[in-house]
T-cell receptor, first 114, second 110 residues
Framework: NAGVTQTPKFRVLKTGQSMTLLCAQD?????MYWYRQDPGMGLRLIHY???????AKGEVPDGYNVSRLKKQNFLLGLESAAPSQTSVYFC?????????????FGPGTRLTVL | KQEVTQIPAALSVPEGENLVLNCSFT??????LQWFRQDPGKGLTSLLL?????REQTSGRLNASLDKSSGRSTLYIAASQPGDSATYLC?????????FGAGTRLTVKP
């Protein structure tokens, strides 16, 4: 049982390049999330999904797009990377059921934009 | 907008001490509150989840309390050990997402 996995673990981009981060979960969870973590700021929600085929904006969605074509996968795209997007990106998932359900996190992707 | 604050930002204690980490939030209309541990360069590990109708949860040496009306939660760690050294994050949840505090970096000295 792998839980939540993220690909890649590290990436360096040049300004203006594009990339996609992949999150996969094998727990049959309905909800999936993308966060970014910056020093001294905690985690901030970028986008989330409450089920296959649905996505919604979080606290800091600008510059990112997401897709949830399959229940187990949640993709985060950067169309034109900027240095301000240098961060550690975490994916999380949880089951439906509201307050009873805890979030499970992946190991993170460290992205540097030069 | 929900704001989550954790005080102190960093804490250093000798091994064996009991300690309390604090978390405060501005909007009491929450579904739950979750405490996480994060080791350097790693992801988040869930420690305790408290539903909004609950007052506390316990797991081993950890006890988390929740006072929704005052917008506060505490994480109590008993008999601290060097292996407890990590950053501790609290997050408050509504129906769809969570808002995180910036964390408390704990160092337990042998």
């Amino acid at each position: 049982n792998a839980g939540v996995t993220q690909t890649p673990k590290f990436r360096v981009l040049k300004t203006g390049q594009s990339m996609t981060l992949l999150c996969a979960q094998d727990m049959n969870h309905e909800y999936m999330y993308w966060y970014r973590q910056d020093p001294g700021m905690g985690l901030r929600l970028i986008h989330y999904s409450v089920g296959e085929g649905t996505t919604a904006k979080g606290e800091v969605p600008d510059g990112y797009n997401v897709s949830r074509l399959k229940k187990q996968n949640f993709l985060l795209g950067l169309e034109s990377a900027a240095p301000s997007q240098t961060s550690v990106y975490f994916c999380a998932s949880r089951a439906s059921g509201g307050a009873l359900q805890e979030q499970f996190f992946g190991p993170g992707t460290r992205l540097t934009v030069l | 907008k929900q704001e989550v604050t954790q005080i102190p930002a960093a804490l250093s204690v000798p091994e064996g001490e009991n300690l309390v980490l604090n978390c405060s939030f501005t909007d009491s209309a929450i579904y739950n509150l979750q405490w996480f541990r994060q080791d350097p360069g790693k992801g988040l590990t869930s420690l305790l989840l408290i539903q909004s109708s609950q007052r506390e949860q316990t797991s081993g040496r950890l006890n988390a309390s929740l006072d929704k009306s005052s917008g506060r939660s505490t994480l109590y760690i008993a008999a601290s050990q060097p292996g407890d050294s990590a950053t501790y994050l609290c997050a408050v949840g509504n129906n769809n997402d969570m808002r995180f505090g910036a964390g408390t970096r704990l160092t337990v000295k042998p």
